[in-house]
Nanobody, 124 residues
Framework: QVQLVESGGGLVQAGGSLRLSCAVS????????MGWFRQAPGKEREFVAA????????HSADSVRGRFTISRDNAKNTVYLQMNSLNSDDTAVYYC?????????????????WGQGTQVTVSS
């Protein structure tokens, strides 16, 4: 059973930083693509960033490019999202997701596995 467990969310002031972690277990992840999504109240789930586990290739949404960085630690089976220069628009529940493909998908339905989410709140 594949499990994704996020951590690292919290309350931060505008301009601050947070690092989210997603611990992955229960599967072989060498061929996976991992993604981060977020969902603010009343809004649809939004793509943030994705990474191919085997090559480290990444893709990020325009809204976070230059501020957020996705990375992975193969030895720890963990994916990270480093978030800098946070603003109030970044307030949302952040979800980690896994997909059994080599494609850096940007849509939520493409992903097979999901974590429970972690809340990020940016105060202005």
């Amino acid at each position: 059973q594949v499990q994704l467990v996020e951590s690292g969310g919290g309350l931060v002031q505008a301009g601050g930083s947070l690092r989210l972690s997603c611990a992955v277990s229960g599967g072989t992840f060498a061929t996976y693509t991992m993604g981060w999504f977020r969902q603010a109240p009343g809004k649809e789930r939004e793509f943030v960033a994705a990474i191919r586990w085997n090559t480290g290739s990444t893709h990020s949404a325009d809204s976070v490019r230059g501020r957020f960085t996705i990375s992975r630690d193969n030895a720890k089976n963990t994916v990270y999202l480093q978030m800098n220069s946070l603003n109030s628009d970044d307030t949302a529940v952040y979800y980690c997701a896994g997909d059994r493909s080599f494609i850096l998908h940007t849509t939520a339905p493409a992903y097979d596995y999901w974590g429970q989410g972690t809340q990020v709140t940016v105060s202005s």
